[in-house]
């Protein structure tokens, strides 16, 4: 079992309010991620779940019983940090085994439960060698493995791949991922990259100054986001903004169109614009293109785009594609664009 329940948890660091009134339900077997800027708060959340920050008020439930004043030895979850908090002096073998040892496990189940995790994790051919002699994926794998024999009802990871380079951290998504899928146990992942968010997650918290903006699928928040905020922070590049003027008392205050959704067209199109800077990414092209009055616009195109600098271009998207947004930034209903 690893359900957990938040139920109008807080907490107050003096007068700041970092986590404002958060109620969430996350099932039993779910890979949930926390997403949003530096700042928000998800790490917080984070060890407050862990037991690591003390909840100013509400209660956090694990397994249907009320766990907010449980130490957190007691809580049955195991956590997996940013550093891979490794004893350098110790062999990946002892470093897995420690949290076993000092419950007294009897060793021949130890070692059981040590073999186990290599397997799933890859390491049986460095259990007798040191951290320093590991590369960082390895590393994190450890510290993953030192979290799998403790056999928790949920694993809590806080940004557990920053500290990778970029192909590590592509292989270590994956790992990750296909650790969930074999264990099918709850895990809880902060991160403030929406790519990891939404390539890994079955739902994706949002979050925001101290607030959880938007909960859903990755692809509910890419399709339907809930206000500009959510819009702009999920999908990459990121969403394109165009400032409009008001008509007949419309209170729209701001369109959005993905990248990937604008096209260059040979008709008028609903914008015009001259290239900027192009970046080739072999299988896709990113075009910046400057708008008058608008502004540089991102488009996502094919990666054979003939386009050159300074080439002048129409732009235009599919309505359906195009988003409305009110001057609060609340994603408005749809309605025909016709252009600045």
Known sequence: MGSITLKQVTKTFGDVNVI????????DGEFIVFV????CGKSTLLRMIAGLEDTTSGNIDI???DATNTPPAKRGLAMVFQSYALYPHMSVR????FPLKRAKMPPAEIEAK??????ILNLGDYLDRKPGQLSGGQRQRVAIGRAIVRQPSAFLFDEPLSNLDASLRVNMRLEISELHKTLDTTMIYVTHDQVEAMTMADRIAVFNAGVIEQVGTPLELYQTPIN???AGFIGSPKMNFIEVEAVDGDPTSCVGVRPEHLKVTQDKGLWTGKVGVIEHLGSETFLHIHVDGVG???????????LKYGDDVNLTAPQNKIMHFDAAGKTLPATPFSGN
Do not use: E, M, Y
């Open 36 to 39: 949003g800027p530096s700042g």
């Open 94 to 97: 002892n470093n897995i085994a």
């Open 20 to 27: 404002k009134p958060i109620d969430l339900q996350i099932h």
């Open 114 to 119: 040590i073999a186990s995790a290599a397997k």
């Open 228 to 230: 500009r905020f959510v």
């Open 296 to 306: 540089p616009l991102t488009l996502k195109a094919d990666g054979d785009c003939p």
């Open 63 to 65: 397994d249907g019983q």
